[in-house]
């Protein structure tokens, strides 16, 4: 049985359920990654869409991303917490942000992105596999 994990926004306006393991989990160290989160990299995980259940009123903002897809971040009107991303090149998965789960420390990041925008400071685990940008599928 997949484990059943929960997450909010930092205020508790949008709260939301995940229902099965993710499918992939990792840090990125885009530029966009560090505006959203204002630190050094997002910590983010791969779900299948028809798995997660959002209650609550979340605003969207798009954007086009270095491979031409159209990008859309979710993130609570109020307190502002990302609470997760999606991209028209893979519409069948949502990108839940992983640091807005009520235990992050139930899932295990397996890889590092965009090393090559990361900052010098922001150190991995160097025993995750590193991409110096996307992953290429
Ligand atoms: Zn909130
Ligand atoms: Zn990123």
Same mark, same amino acid.
Request: hydrophobic share 30%; aromatic share 8%.
């Given at each position: 049985?997949?484990?059943?994990?929960?997450? #909010?926004?930092?205020? =508790?306006?949008?709260? @939301? #359920?995940?229902?099965?393991?993710?499918?992939?989990?990792?840090?990125?160290?885009?530029?966009?990654?560090?505006?959203?989160? =204002?630190?050094?990299?997002?910590?983010?995980?791969?779900?299948?869409?028809?798995?997660?259940?959002?209650?609550?009123?979340?605003?969207?903002?798009?954007?086009?991303?270095? #491979?031409?897809?159209?990008?859309?971040?979710?993130?609570?009107?109020?307190? =502002? #917490?990302?609470? @997760?991303?999606?991209?028209?090149?893979?519409?069948?998965?949502?990108?839940?942000?992983?640091?807005?789960?009520?235990?992050?420390?139930?899932?295990?990041?397996?890889?590092?992105? @965009?090393?090559?925008?990361?900052?010098?400071?922001?150190?991995?685990?160097?025993?995750?596999?590193?991409?110096? =940008?996307?992953?290429?599928?």
């Amino acid at each position: 049985m997949p484990e059943q994990r929960k997450g #909010s926004c930092q205020c =508790g306006a949008v709260t @939301y #359920s995940v229902a099965v393991d993710p499918l992939w989990v990792g840090h990125c160290q885009c530029t966009n990654c560090q505006k959203f989160t =204002g630190a050094g990299h997002a910590t983010n995980m791969v779900v299948p869409r028809e798995a997660v259940a959002v209650q609550g009123e979340l605003k969207t903002y798009s954007y086009e991303a270095d #491979s031409g897809n159209h990008m859309k971040r979710h993130f609570c009107p109020t307190c =502002g #917490s990302p609470v @997760y991303g999606e991209s028209s090149g893979n519409e069948s998965v949502v990108v839940i942000r992983v640091g807005t789960l009520d235990d992050p420390a139930s899932v295990t990041p397996q890889a590092v992105i @965009y090393t090559e925008r990361g900052c010098s400071w922001d150190t991995m685990d160097p025993a995750l596999q590193s991409f110096p =940008g996307m992953i290429k599928r």
